[in-house]
């Protein structure tokens, strides 16, 4: 059975509500005008990756600048905008700014156990960003991750992700990128990679219902997937879900932008496919999604003080459950 990110189903504290859970992490409202249900699309500056180690209890910022250019220099990405950076793009912060604060939120963010005590031991931060302005979308979100796994590698580093509130060692972006091959993989024309390590569901239960919400796509100024009244039954298939919706949504996108549109109409349903459902968990899944299948959900927006939401735009929790149920089973993510 899958775990749920965030969630440990035998929590005997009272719960912390999916706002709160998030609020210690810099997340970012985006741009909120235009229609009162459609996204409205922006160029924005990407939410910072923050990276530190233990083993060290500083780093010489330009000297790491320098080593990082020469890097980008030799790349995939050495013909980026000069735009993309500002002049703090690499900064280093005290930890105490970014770890105390998030204290009382790590039992429910996905975070392991030994990672928490190394984020506790942590006495600088490099603070890691760019700015989305290329014509091929996304790339920044990716040159974004190119460079975390270049001062992961070197520096035996432990990096937050401030979207996701997911952590990254070593070990991991190892992992990584024996599956994916010598290099981390960057975007082409014609493929956008699968977002699942960058992506997580929380998860809390409240009586007989799971109160369930996405992390990672406010990256991109995107409101998080979020549904509320979800059955016990249909909680963990409703991960893969989540997953592939975001996957879906970011796949819109890259069209809307590509055609010069500013804003995505929540006045129509969001599709999302058997192959955005693979996609958007990476083929990490229990049981084989093997028709191809495409489905639809009526989502409305809504702000909270973490940020947008996307909620099922349905009756009352017996029709989203049955509209899921039904949807689940269609896309063979239910067990049978």
């Not at 993989?185 to 699942?196: A, D």
């Not at 997580?200 to 991109?220: I, K, N, Q």
């Not at 191809?292 to 009352?316: A, I």
């Amino acid at each position: 059975m899958l775990q749920f990110f965030g969630f440990k189903k035998d929590r005997e504290k009272k719960p912390v509500t999916p706002r709160n859970a998030t609020a210690a992490l810099p997340i970012a409202a985006g741009n909120q005008s235009g229609s009162p249900n459609a996204i409205k699309l922006a160029t924005t500056s990407l939410l910072p990756l923050f990276i530190g180690s233990p083993s060290s209890s500083d780093i010489d910022v330009p000297e790491e600048k320098e080593r990082l250019l020469k890097i980008i220099a030799k790349s995939k990405f050495a013909d980026l905008p000069a735009t993309v950076f500002d002049e703090s793009w690499l900064a280093q912060i005290p930890a105490d700014w970014i770890i105390p604060p998030l204290e009382p939120f790590f039992d429910y963010l996905p975070i392991e156990t030994h990672q928490i005590e190394m984020l506790r031991e942590l006495r600088w931060l490099l603070a890691v960003k760019c700015t989305e302005r290329y014509d091929r979308p996304l790339s920044a979100y990716q040159f974004l991750q190119f460079l975390a796994a270049e001062i992961i590698m070197h520096h035996d580093a432990i990096c937050l992700d401030a979207s996701s509130g997911r952590t990254y060692t070593r070990s991991e972006v190892d992992r990584m990128l024996q599956r994916d091959g010598s290099s981390v993989r960057t975007f082409t024309e014609s493929e956008t990679p699968s977002l699942r390590p960058f992506l997580s569901v929380t998860a809390t239960r409240y009586g007989d219902r799971v109160w369930m919400t996405g992390h990672g796509l406010v990256r991109f100024s995107l409101p998080e997937f979020e549904i509320n009244c979800v059955e016990p039954d249909l909680a963990d298939s409703t991960v893969y879900l989540m997953n592939g919706l975001a996957q879906a949504l970011i796949e819109r996108t890259i069209e809307a932008r590509e055609r010069n549109v500013s804003e995505i109409s929540l006045n129509e349903p969001i599709f999302v496919s058997t192959e955005e459902i693979v996609n958007g968990n990476r083929g990490d899944m229990p049981f084989t999604a093997c028709l191809p299948r495409t489905e639809s959900l009526r989502w409305k927006l809504v702000t909270r003080e973490s940020g947008r939401r996307l909620n099922p735009d349905y009756e009352n929790p017996r029709e989203i459950n049955a509209v899921l149920r039904r949807i689940l089973g269609n896309l063979s993510l239910l067990k049978t």
